[in-house]
C-alpha cells in the first residue's frame, strides 16, 4: 500500500500493482518479454478505455444497460474533499520513466530525446519550457532546444522542425504554443513527423483518437494527464456525466474525446454556451479548462463532484517572486465547500501533463528501438 | 420565394439565393470564374460553421458573449409543428448537382465517377446501394459497382478498392457498411486513398473535422445533411443545447464535431448514459442516431426542441410491400405534440444524406479537374 494523495483531512492509498522490481537479467529479455515487465505504466488501452458495445436497452425503458455500481464518493453526508496531489502522481510516474530509461540504456546503449523549438521570449512560454526541460533531465531523456528569435520567418520555424525530423537521436518534437502571430500554428504542427508528434496534436492522431478502434501514435498530454488522475481515483466513468469546460485542441477536444472513448456522457462547454453553469452543475466530473481565473463558481457545480482544473492562469501579483502567481480556472475555496475531490493549482494536472510528455517521449523511443 | 418544408399545417418559404441560370458561356470560364458562378451550393466553410473566437466573459459573470437573437420558434404558445421534407430539400439539391454535371461535361468531357464496393447480400445494405445508384444516373454521375460474395476475403476487398484507387475515371469510393464480420472494416477504409473518400470516414478526414481551423476534403454525408437541414431551417446553432443520440463514426461522432465547429453547446448521448432523457430534455435541437426505434419519447423532449431523426430502423411487417416498413428513432407521434420542427422517417435525412454523397463525389471531381 501507498500514499498515493495527499489530502488537507485525510491520506488515501490504493492496491494498484507496483512497478516491478528491476530486473537485473534486463538485457537477456525478448522485446515482447520487456515489454510485460514494464507494465507498471497504464496501457495505452487502458487509458484509451474499455471497447465496450453499443446495445440499447429495449425502446420502451429509458434506463440504460447495467453498469457496476458507481463509486460511493457522492451520497456522503459529510463531505471531505480529497486535494489530488499532482506532483505526487508525476514523481511516482516519472520514477517508473527514469527506472525504465535506465533499462533501456543498459540494452540498447541509447536513450529518448525530445527536440523543443521555442519562438520568441514570452516569459510563461519560457516558463513551461524550463520545467520541462528539467524534467527530462531527470528521468534521462535528451533535451535539444531550438531557440528562434520573435521575428523568424514561418520558413525558419519549419527547418527547426525538419531538423528534429531527421535527427535520429530525437524520438519526439515538441512545439511550445502560442506560435507569434505571423506564423501559421496549423503548417508547423502539420510539419511534425507523425512518429514523433509527442503533444498528439497532428490531425491523424486525432482522428484515430476521436474513431473507437484505432489507436492514435500519441494522446495529448493534458488529456491524458486527467484520464490518469481519474483513473487513479478509481472514478467511475461509464455513463457519469463528465462537462468539459473549453475546447482547445490541447486540453477541452482531446479530453472530451478520450471521455467518450471510457463511455462517459461528454457535454462540451465553451465560451458561446448560453448556460454552462447549468450543465455544469449536472456533472459528476467537470473538467475545466477554459483559462479564466475563477471562472467555475459555487452555482456551476453540484454536491459531490470530482473537479478535474486544468486551467493555469497567471495573475499579477507584485508580490509575487515572478510578479504573478497561478491560479485556477475554479474558484478554489468556493468549490472546497461542495466538492469531493479537487485538483488544486498549482500542484495538480500540470506536473502529471509533463510527466505525460516524458511518457509519450519514452513511449516513442521504444517504438523506434522495436521495444513497444 | 420558393417552397422549402412542406408542413400538415403551413408552408414555409426561404430567401436564399438562387442557383444562377446556366451561364451559355460557360465554356469560356476560367476555373475561378467557373467556382464563382456555381456558388449556389453551400460553401465548405458555411457547413463547417464561422470562424469565432472563444472569449469568455469575466468570470464573475456567468453568462456568455453576446449573440445574435434566437429564432423565433420555440416560445410559440401554440405549436404548429413543421414536418422538414427532407425529398424536397434532396431533389433541390439533386437539381444543382445535375445542372452542374451538365456545365462540367461541356467544359471537360469528363462526368464524376461513384465505385461502390458491396459484399454480400443483405437485405438493407442492397435497397441503400439502390437508391445510391439511382441517384447516381439521375445527375449524370457514372457508378461502378463491385459486387463480392459474402466469403470473399479480405484481400478481394482490399482489391477492390485498389482498382478503384486507380481507376481515374472514379472520384469517390463507397465501401457499404458493415462488412461481413470476418473482414476488418477499419483496414479496408484506410485503404481507400484520402482524395476519394467521399464518406469522409478516414482519420485524416475525422481529425481535420475535429481540428477548428482545418478543412476536412469530405465531411460524413449523414452530418452534413444534418446540418445543411438544420441551416435551411434558419436554426440557429451558436450556443444552443444540442442533444446528439448516438456516439457513430457514421452519424454522431461527426455531428457532433461540426456542430461545435457550429459553436453549439454539445452533449453526446449512447447506450451507457445513465440518465439520456434527461439531458435531452434540456436540448434545443436533439439530433438521433441510435437505431433504436421509438427509443426517443415524449418524455425525452422539450416543447418547442427541432428533432433530427437520423435513424432507419426497419420493422418486420408482413403486410408490407418488402415484409417490412421503416421507422425513425423518435416516437413520431409523440413528439408531434410538442416539438417546433421534424424531420419524418422515411423522408426526412436520408434522401439529404444521399444528395450529400453525391455532392461530395462533384467536389471530388471538382478538385481533380482543377474546378475546385
Redesign the interface.
Known amino acids: 500500500m501507498r500514499v498515493l494523495f495527499t489530502t488537507r483531512r485525510r491520506l488515501l492509498v490504493d492496491s494498484q500493482p507496483r512497478p516491478p522490481a528491476l530486473n537485473s537479467l534486463f538485457s537477456l529479455l525478448s522485446p515482447r518479454k520487456y515489454a510485460a515487465e514494464t507494465a507498471w505504466r497504464r496501457s495505452s488501452s487502458s487509458i484509451l478505455g474499455p471497447d465496450?458495445p453499443?446495445?440499447?436497452?429495449h425502446?420502451?425503458s429509458?434506463s440504460?444497460?447495467t453498469?457496476p455500481s458507481p463509486s460511493g464518493n457522492q451520497g456522503d453526508d459529510e463531505l471531505n474533499p480529497t486535494i489530488i496531489n499532482g506532483k505526487i502522481i508525476a514523481e511516482e510516474i516519472r520514477s517508473g520513466i527514469a527506472a525504465e530509461i535506465r533499462q533501456l540504456k543498459d540494452v540498447s546503449g541509447k536513450v529518448p530525446g525530445l527536440g523543443v523549438v521555442l519562438v520568441g521570449k514570452r516569459r510563461d512560454s519560457q516558463s513551461y519550457i524550463r520545467h520541462k526541460i528539467k524534467d527530462c533531465e531527470e528521468v534521462g531523456i535528451t533535451s535539444l532546444l531550438a531557440e528562434l528569435p520573435e521575428d523568424s520567418s514561418q520558413d525558419d520555424v519549419l527547418n527547426a522542425v525538419s531538423k528534429f525530423n531527421k535527427d535520429p537521436s530525437v524520438h519526439g518534437i515538441l512545439v511550445q504554443l502560442p506560435l507569434p502571430k505571423h506564423i501559421a500554428e496549423?503548417e508547423v504542427l502539420s510539419a511534425i513527423n507523425l512518429e514523433k508528434d509527442v503533444d498528439g496534436f497532428?490531425?491523424?492522431?486525432?482522428?484515430?483518437l476521436?474513431?473507437?478502434?484505432?489507436e492514435p501514435l500519441f494522446i495529448p498530454c493534458a488529456a491524458k494527464a486527467c484520464i490518469e488522475i481519474l483513473l487513479r481515483y478509481d472514478a467511475e466513468l461509464?455513463?457519469?456525466?463528465v462537462a468539459v469546460i473549453?475546447?482547445?485542441?490541447v486540453v477541452g477536444?482531446p479530453t472530451s474525446?478520450l471521455l467518450?472513448r471510457h463511455?462517459a456522457?461528454?457535454?462540451?462547454?465553451?465560451?458561446?454556451?448560453?448556460?454552462?453553469?447549468?450543465?455544469t452543475r449536472?456533472a459528476d466530473i467537470v473538467i475545466s479548462a477554459?483559462?479564466?481565473?475563477?471562472?467555475v463558481?459555487r452555482?456551476?457545480l453540484k454536491r459531490g463532484a470530482v473537479v478535474i482544473d486544468v486551467g493555469t492562469n497567471p495573475v499579477e501579483d507584485s508580490r509575487s517572486e515572478h510578479g504573478y502567481y497561478l491560479t485556477g480556472d475554479v474558484c478554489y475555496e468556493e468549490a472546497l465547500q461542495l466538492v469531493s475531490a479537487i485538483t488544486p493549482v498549482p500542484g495538480g494536472v500540470g506536473p502529471v501533463t509533463i510527466a505525460m510528455l516524458l511518457s509519450n517521449t519514452l513511449e516513442s523511443a521504444k517504438r523506434t528501438f522495436g521495444l513497444s
Do not use: C, F, M
Request: a positive charge; hydrophobic letters at 35%.
Open positions: 465496450l453499443d446495445v440499447w436497452n425502446p420502451s429509458a440504460p444497460p453498469l496549423e497532428h490531425p491523424l492522431n486525432v482522428g484515430n476521436a474513431l473507437r478502434g484505432r461509464v455513463g457519469k456525466n473549453g475546447r482547445s485542441r477536444l474525446l467518450q463511455h456522457t461528454v457535454s462540451v462547454v465553451h465560451a458561446y454556451s448560453k448556460n454552462p453553469e447549468e450543465i449536472e477554459a483559462g479564466v481565473p475563477n471562472l463558481r452555482n456551476w
